[in-house]
């Protein structure tokens, strides 16, 4: 096909891009879109990307639909369902970057997107494909984040959403942005995995069209995280892109993103992916030790919810992204990940506890020698500091004995005695 069009990776079958599902008719792979390669390539393109950014039309304005040669060419302002999304800044923290070990560790924060995640940048382009194709209603299991956007999206856009959540697993923020933007909002008894077999088996059972990362147009939206962090590079790559890795989407597309930028001319050469697991969830680390030489699935248990994920569904482009750049999985502890949390946090920048599993990530690849003092790394931090009080308020005041950066609230009389008292303990 000579347009944009959705094919086969596996087997390279073709299908028109109104084909509404995820796997492949013939080999059940997992489709990717493709598109023509644009007219316009390399330094020029950088520059029309460029002019856009800060722009107010109803495209230019997001940080999506700006980069719409490389996301959904053609597309049409009348049909793009946009908040608008992205544009998102690139951080420089020296208290985050002297804990990683990193002198140059930029922070590429997801979690200013108008629902407080990545997510929004895939549902973009999501619900505007929905709306293209009339789907009646729009689905995904989610650990919170995915679900918030949909419902926020799909709100925007008129279209119902149902969404399948692991019962008493999702952290409050996001749980009540799911219900409070009209999802119908089913909780589970059972774990994401389970809820994403169920949402796969109910979409098609009920035609709903299912808005997990397996859906090849989400990860065009993902892709943008990338590209909008090389062009506040000024197009000057990066060493290594670190990124919390759970159900995998976001390591694939991030690798697309980086295949087709280089194809575009818009980069001279890959940064290496370093994607990043919690230890209690970490399939695609335990794979990756081994050269990939088998599948593991796990029961995943971590204080990081929005990772708790041990099957995850776009596992073979992920392995590829990870092989075509050169690029490394590890895994991290809760507690490395509450203590990158912390850090972040008292940064002032604050992020929801997945994310900062990339930053402990480069701080253990460091203490490794895989990354240097000197590479110049971006981590991605994918949710806000406000999806997860719940968490925040066990680790700062709950738990016991405190943990090293705990930040006690103290409860005091209502009296100036009592302030003395406590300044008095701190010069
Ligand atoms: N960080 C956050 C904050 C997330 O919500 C997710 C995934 C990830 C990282 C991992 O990205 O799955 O593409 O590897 N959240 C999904 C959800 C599963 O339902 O919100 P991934």
Request: charged share 25%.
């Amino acid at each position: 096909m000579t347009g944009s069009h959705q094919a086969c990776p596996r087997c390279n079958r073709e299908l028109p891009l109104d084909f509404a599902k995820a796997e492949c008719p013939g080999c059940g792979g997992l489709l990717e879109v493709r598109h023509p390669p644009p007219d316009t390539r390399g330094a020029a393109l950088r520059d029309l990307f460029g002019r856009r950014r800060g722009a107010t039309g109803a495209l230019d304005a997001s940080g999506v639909w700006r980069f719409r040669e490389a996301v959904l060419p053609g597309v049409r302002p009348e049909e793009v369902v946009s908040h608008p999304e992205g544009n998102t800044p690139l951080l420089a923290r020296e208290t985050v970057s002297r804990w990683s070990g990193v002198d140059d560790l930029r922070l590429k924060h997801e979690g200013h997107n108008p629902t407080g995640s990545f997510k929004d940048r895939c549902m973009t382009i999501g619900v505007t494909v929905a709306k293209r194709i009339g789907a009646r209603a729009v689905a995904c299991a989610s650990t919170g984040n995915t679900s918030a956007s949909l419902a926020a999206y799909g709100a925007l856009a008129g279209i119902p959403v149902l969404v399948f959540v692991p019962a008493g697993q999702v952290a409050a923020g996001k749980l009540a942005q799911t219900v409070a933007y009209g999802a119908r909002t089913l909780l589970v008894r059972g774990d994401f995995d389970a809820c994403f077999a169920l949402a796969r088996d109910a979409s098609e059972r009920l035609n709903v069209y299912l808005l997990n990362s397996v859906n090849p147009f989400r990860l065009e939206g993902q892709k943008t995280i990338v590209l909008e962090a090389l062009e506040q590079l000024g197009w000057e790559p990066p060493d290594w892109i670190a990124l919390p890795a759970g159900n995998l989407g976001n390591t694939s597309a991030f690798g697309k993103a980086l295949r087709e930028a280089k194809d575009l001319g818009l980069i001279a050469r890959l940064p290496r992916l370093a994607a990043i697991q919690a230890e209690g969830a970490n399939p695609f680390a335990r794979g990756f030790r081994e050269g990939f030489s088998r599948v593991h699935r796990v029961r995943a248990e971590t204080a990081a919810t929005a990772i708790r994920i041990g099957d995850p569904a776009s596992l073979d482009r992920a392995i590829d992204a990870i092989r075509r750049t050169d690029g490394v999985v590890t895994d991290v502890t809760d507690s490395e990940i509450l203590e990158a949390k912390a850090v972040i946090d008292a940064s002032g920048v604050g992020c929801e506890p997945a994310s900062a599993a990339s930053v402990a990530g480069v701080k253990k690849l460091v203490a490794e020698g895989v990354m240097r003092k000197g590479d110049r790394v971006v981590a991605v931090l994918t949710g806000h500091i406000l999806k997860d009080p719940g968490l925040l308020l066990r680790y700062h005041q709950e738990m016991d004995p405190p943990p090293p950066r705990a930040n006690r609230p103290i409860e005091i009389e209502p009296t100036l005695a009592a302030v003395e008292d406590v300044l008095g303990d701190r010069p």
